[in-house]
């Protein structure tokens, strides 16, 4: 059966294509719409596929169904695998009974992403094999693949995808007429297998691993590389490459109307590297072109393999087919211009800057805790979410990882005195990873404010449910007094005065207690179509021109998109773009320019 | 067959929307497909940019120099295209008035036509796909197929949807 499929679908029906029965994990893009697939094609049959509080967490919930021998699957990004990290290093020892999955989602090029690793170095560190699809279409194969692998073998499996397989559509051939086999999970008591203490039973099961990673370095020849090399025709020199990188070479030497053998890597870790080097013998000069790190060329290492770690190709960012051809120029495989120059340069053109949507209320919590706390005898530490955006406003200084804003603040209270330190973060951030710090500041007595931007909804990655929206029974409140802080709760009004009264109020609280005074803010995302109505006013903003004074203060502190300077240099806001929360009105402008439209 | 589009535009205005339409297109006359879209940040109101390759493609990104087609829903984001756009490609762009350039172009004031209630606002991506359904004369797919894929992707709005693609064809035969 034919579908157009984004990547990440393929991967869903890939899972449910080789009875996966367990799917956990945490959203991030490019990987958020792996699980939310699966939820929607899964249909009556027997399968849990449901979000985590973190990766660490979904990839553990997951893991245990394995052992318990059914199939089973964690999806995340590429951060996320960070935080997954310590419990994949112990996995990767252990072994599974029914197939496990990793699904990691890597962000060449930064592209929503803090960093650029390449997760196929994390399989390698961790000794677990790794395949690396081009397209959807083979991302649906791969997850198939990497199921029969993990089964067989008994090891996790990575599926490494990256963005541009993830977010790429292709028509994808799926089986017809697919009959989901469920397993009854039985787990079978095995201690020294399943608990991992240490020394004998891990001494044991390292030397287990290399063996396993012999059988399947043996398996990725045979099956998956030997069939490849004979269809070689020998040509002087040789490209080897895997994943999304491939489609770029094909691609370029199709283009360049160059005869050069490729060879697509499937499974770049574990290679079968003495055989590798055997072929690369064979070529004067072999050039390996992968995203993002040098996996397969340290592999291969020799004397006329070439590619990163020679210089030949670039060191950081996406791969784009100059790329590529500018790498084929210096190692001498072509001679001829570069096609790929533009024709065309853009000119006089306005960059749009992502931004806080109009009407969120994360932008006036920022545009507060600035007027109460001023920029220079404070501190910002933040989080990762939409209200990371509150950069646009400098109502953040620092941004680091998942749940580091607390243990940050933390940090900065005990080096920087003189300062007053307020963190923001967003629900889900602080369920995923902000507990133990704020756990941390309390027991070492720490002083500082800890916002919590509560919209009840992972609004970044595509408005995933909460714990607490999933089960009330998860009360954030308790949690935070739970830990031992102070709680003041804040139910947003989209009224700009209460707001800003109400960090007055947290300003005198703060001064007179010492410990971590946690701010809960009762909001919503405006995208979030179950809750918005409720709190949307349908108040709409026009400009009374004659009172504004192009100041700039809210292109600057407050920065909503239909706000903009007109021809005459008078702020104009856009009907299309305003949606009606009339924030703006009540008291964002130092002379008052703004009016609702009904009165114009 | 080769062809590849890039659609330029921002956050809401239905960038993916058409890709989906063009995807399906392909899958029914049997051509090769491949797409890629920006998501995360540019969700919120940035660029987002589509490549769109139907036929014996292996890797979903356009270079640049390469696109037969610019489909812009936004002058700006079209400008910050060109570079992706080959020498004498195709432009259809909702813009009052676009840069002279070596290429053909079909400027659109479709900002303007939809204040002046001609057609829905947040029907403007189907409209672009009308004019260039009409000015295109080498876009790979007819009026009749684009119609069907619509239907397949929300029968619901499908009518709706129609009356602004025709709307767009008639317009378009008037310039």
Known sequence: MKLTLMGNEAIAWGLIHSNTQMVSGYPGTPSSEILTTVQKIKKDLPIYAEWATNEKVGFEVAYAGAIAGVNAAATMKQVGLNVASDALMSASFIGNKGAFVLIVADDPGFNSSQTEQDSREFARFARIPVVDPATPAEAYEFTKLASKISKHFETPVMLRSVMRVSHSREIVDIDEGFKFQEVKGDFQRDISRWAAVPRAGRLKQAYEQLDRLDKIREYNYKELIEPKIKELKGTKNLIISSGAAYGYVKEVLEELGLDIDLLKIDMPYPLPNDRLKELVKKYEKVLVVEETYPVIEEEIRSENVYGRMSGHMHQVDEMNKERVLEALKKIGFYEGENIYTPAFEPHDAHIRKPNLCPGCPHRDMYFAIKKVFRPKKSIYPSDIGCYTLGINLEGIDTVLCMGASVSMAHGFSIADKNKTVIATIGDSTFFHGGIPPLINAVYQKAKFILVILDNSTVAMTGRQTTPERENPEVDLKKVVEGCGAEVMEYFYKPDINETINFFKEVKKRYEEIDKPLVVISRQYCVLDKERAKDFLPGIFATVDEEKCVACDVCTTQFVCPPMHYNEKHKIEIDPLLCIGCGVCITGICPTDAFIPRSEK | ?175
């Open chain 2, 1 to 175: 067959m080769k062809y590849q589009i890039v659609v330029a535009g921002f956050g809401g205005q239905g960038v993916v929307f058409l890709v989906k339409v063009l995807s399906i297109c392909a899958g029914k006359k049997g051509y090769k497909f491949l797409g890629t879209e920006n998501h995360g940040m540019s969700q919120r109101g940035g660029s987002v940019s589509s490549h769109i390759k139907i036929g014996d493609f292996y890797n979903p990104l356009i270079d640049y120099a390469q696109a037969d087609l610019l489909i812009g829903l936004d002058k700006d984001e079209a400008i910050l295209n060109l570079p992706y756009l080959k020498k004498g490609g195709k432009v259809v762009v909702n813009a009052d008035e676009f840069p002279k350039i070596d290429a053909e172009i079909y400027a659109i004031d479709a900002n303007g036509l939809a204040e002046q209630g001609v057609f829905d606002a947040k029907g403007l991506n189907v409209f672009m796909l009308g004019i260039t359904l009409e000015k295109v004369k080498d876009f790979p797919f007819s009026v009749d197929e684009v119609k069907a894929a619509i239907e397949e992707i929300n029968p619901k709005f499908a009518p709706k949807n129609f009356e602004i693609l025709d709307k767009a064809i008639e317009y378009a035969k008037n310039i």
